[in-house]
């Protein structure tokens, strides 16, 4: 201890973790304390705690006071599409349209290295900015795009997800299709090269049963099945154009789920970006198996596809992440993400509480990603990825946060309006990336 101890790094201010799960417990899960602590050694969460009783117990641990600040998790966005990046806020288009008018141009780009590596450099500076410590993003077909994604959250020292995304249907354009076989050749290279990788996690990318031929999916299914360790994922039921069109590329399946489920790619570790029009049988076998449906608000509202049950999910026992899915979603912000969780679920009349939202964006996510156990709380033996947030970051909130009476109250002005300026300071891996308050 006496030699680990020197090195460990006391931070102090607000703190809130969870001991459970809000949607489904109630918020008495949630572990706030005006005036905590996070001890942090050799990468992880050694003690959490109240602050004084940290200070007296590592007298030599370095202390960095963040006042009236809160420490909490940083934020896991569970399903995004870094290669999109430059196109975010692109006008006009639903799914289909959007996907053939900005999306696939776009990604045909990341077919050269360097620009592939100037688009990740950008995606982590600004999702860095916003808090968010871990994403789950899909690349492009070319495998330079995962080269650059993992080789920037390497060098950057971040738990990361990502795959190759495959598509070898002619309902993408010529320039971005790959075939069964390379596209199994290219993941499997990938994978053995980057999976397990410090931090780093390869995913199994099918697009979607519609860029897929159902050879495609097959051979994806079997790389699955052969590398269970990973996760897979895809997009589910988004827009009811996109269903009709599943409908008629695959006329035998029963459902869309069905095209999932029929070549192998359904399962535990399966995550499912939007999940929005779902049938009766595809609710039932998603929970069955232990699948996590990726719930993306503000992309949902962005290309008008529709309005994700969380209510009656979250209540049904699915596993449920959150996530921006950049750059159909509109933001890179978890906050602006849970603000928008809350608008789409009040649309449902249901009000989702801050500390629900909270743990959506944090434990949610981990969970989703079958990482709850190593990353997305403050609780000992967690990789000590943080975010540290100023619940007085605009006039607007200051004066709104000014009235609370508790730290609910407090918080929720940020959920609803913060950004990038409420993120005072992102710790990852145990190391501080943005600049912190001056060390006392
Ligand atoms: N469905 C298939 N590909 C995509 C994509 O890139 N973004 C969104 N939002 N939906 C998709
Ligand atoms: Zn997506």
């Given amino acids: 201890m006496m030699g680990t101890d020197r090195m460990a790094e006391l931070l102090i201010g607000q703190t809130l973790g969870f001991d459970g799960n809000p949607m489904t417990e109630g918020i008495g899960v949630a572990r706030h304390s005006a005036r905590g602590g996070v001890l942090v050694e050799a990468g992880r969460i050694a003690a959490v705690g109240e602050a004084d009783a940290l200070v007296r117990a590592y007298p030599a641990a370095r202390v960095t006071d963040y006042g009236a600040r809160l420490i909490s998790a940083g934020f896991i966005d569970a399903h995004a599409h870094y290669p999109q990046t430059a196109i975010i806020a692109s006008w006009g288009k639903r799914l289909i349209d959007w996907l053939n008018a900005y999306t696939f141009p776009e990604e045909m780009r990341l077919a050269d290295p360097a620009y592939a590596a100037e688009i990740a450099a950008r995606y982590f500076d600004l999702v860095l900015a916003n808090g968010t410590t871990t994403v789950c ?25 990502a795959g190759k995304t495959c598509m070898d249907r002619d309902t993408a354009p010529a320039g971005l299709r790959d075939s069964a076989q390379g596209a199994y050749d290219d993941s499997r290279r990938l994978l053995q090269k980057w999976h397990g990788l410090d931090r780093l996690s390869y995913v199994i990318t099918p697009r979607f049963s519609p860029t897929s031929t159902p050879g495609q999916l097959a051979a994806l299914g079997a790389l699955w099945a ?17 269903i009709a069109w599943v409908k008629s590329l695959y006329p035998e399946a029963r459902d869309y789920l069905d095209t999932y489920e029929a070549h192998g790619l359904l ?14 049988r595809e ?80 434990q949610g996510s981990a969970r989703a990603l079958r990482a709850e156990d190593r990353i997305g709380n403050l609780a000992p033996g967690m990789e000590a990825d943080l975010v540290v947030i100023d619940l007085a970051s605009t006039p607007a909130i200051a004066q709104a946060a000014a009235r609370a009476d508790d730290l609910w109250q407090a918080l929720f002005p940020t959920i609803m309006m913060g950004d990038d300026r409420a993120v005072a300071a992102v710790w990852a891996g145990g190391r501080p990336i943005r600049p912190g308050p001056a060390r006392g």
């Fill in 267 to 280: 399962g535990a570790g399966g995550l499912y970006g939007h999940a929005i029009h779902l049938e009766p």
């Fill in 137 to 161: 993003s899909f690349c492009t077909i070319h495998p330079e795009s995962v080269e650059a994604f993992f080789a920037e959250a390497r060098r950057r020292g971040l738990r990361a997800y």
């Fill in 283 to 362: 609710i039932d076998r998603l929970r069955e198996v232990g699948a996590s449906l990726i719930h993306c608000p503000t992309s949902n509202c962005f290309i008008g596809s529709g309005l994700f049950d969380m209510d009656g999910l979250s209540r049904g026992g699915q596993r449920i992440g959150l996530a921006t899915d950049t750059g159909g979603g509109s933001s890179f912000s978890m906050l602006r993400t849970m603000a928008a969780a809350y608008e789409v679920a009040q649309l449902r009349h249901r009000a989702l509480h801050p500390a629900e939202l909270w743990w959506l964006a944090t």
């Fill in 226 to 242: 052969e590398n269970p360790t990973c996760l897979m994922q895809t997009h589910l039921s988004e827009q009811t154009d996109e």
